[in-house]
């Protein structure tokens, strides 16, 4: 058996293998630190793929995509995401779809970072808006300036609405609290 070399980042033609803590780094919502998997020019327009680790009490504020869907799979921690007035519990292996225009966020409400698995679908402007949110201080309270970065790649950020998390669901795998 011949042994290889893990490759960070390989690319053959269409063909893309990234590797675990492999790919373009740039910082997501709350300064989370995020690697760019994949980018809509990198297959051809389908999707887009990020992997996120996202501190305890973290995560972006409540937005809508205009452009694209989002899927996420949790792959260390525990987090709780909001879709308009529910809430539902993800832990390790939980597979969440986002269909695009439906309003959401998640909460990372475990005591140790969370790592979470991004799809965007089709592609979007999403590798765009990680990379200018990236060059914003993290010291920023500028709330619509950020607003605006979102709105130019297709999010729109919206207040939380109220009440924040309104409904508990938990999901069907997880045990119930």
Request: net charge negative; with cysteine.
């Given at each position: 058996?011949?042994?290889?070399?893990?490759?960070?980042?390989?690319?053959?033609?269409?063909?893309?293998?990234?590797?675990?803590?492999?790919?373009?780094?740039?910082?997501?919502?709350?300064?989370?630190?995020?690697?760019?998997?994949?980018?809509?020019?990198?297959?051809?327009?389908?999707?887009?793929?990020?992997?996120?680790?996202?501190?305890?009490?973290?995560?972006?504020?409540?937005?809508?995509?205009?452009?694209?869907?989002?899927?996420?799979?949790?792959?260390?921690?525990?987090?709780?995401?909001?879709?308009?007035?529910?809430?539902?519990d993800a832990t390790v292996g939980?597979?969440?779809?986002?269909?695009?225009?439906?309003?959401?966020?998640?909460?990372?409400?475990?005591?140790?970072?969370?790592?979470?698995?991004?799809?965007?679908?089709?592609?979007?402007?999403?590798?765009?808006?990680?990379?200018?949110?990236?060059?914003?201080?993290?010291?920023?309270?500028?709330?619509?300036?950020?607003a605006r970065i979102a709105m130019?790649?297709?999010?729109?950020?919206?207040?939380?609405?109220?009440?924040?998390?309104?409904?508990?669901?938990?999901?069907?795998?997880?045990?119930?609290?």
């Amino acid at each position: 058996m011949s042994r290889t070399k893990r490759a960070r980042i390989v690319r053959d033609g269409a063909i893309q293998v990234v590797s675990a803590n492999a790919g373009r780094r740039v910082r997501g919502g709350g300064g989370a630190e995020t690697w760019v998997k994949a980018t809509g020019n990198e297959t051809a327009g389908l999707l887009e793929v990020f992997e996120q680790v996202t501190p305890p009490g973290s995560g972006p504020p409540f937005h809508v995509h205009r452009e694209c869907s989002e899927a996420l799979y949790i792959v260390e921690g525990r987090v709780e995401v909001q879709f308009e007035d529910r809430v539902v519990d993800a832990t390790v292996g939980a597979f969440i779809f986002v269909p695009r225009g439906v309003g959401h966020t998640y909460l990372n409400v475990g005591e140790e970072e969370a790592k979470v698995l991004f799809w965007f679908a089709p592609a979007g402007h999403m590798s765009n808006y990680f990379e200018e949110l990236a060059r914003v201080s993290l010291d920023s309270n500028d709330e619509e300036m950020i607003a605006r970065i979102a709105m130019k790649h297709g999010v729109d950020i919206i207040r939380e609405p109220s009440p924040p998390w309104a409904r508990r669901q938990v999901m069907p795998d997880s045990p119930a609290k």
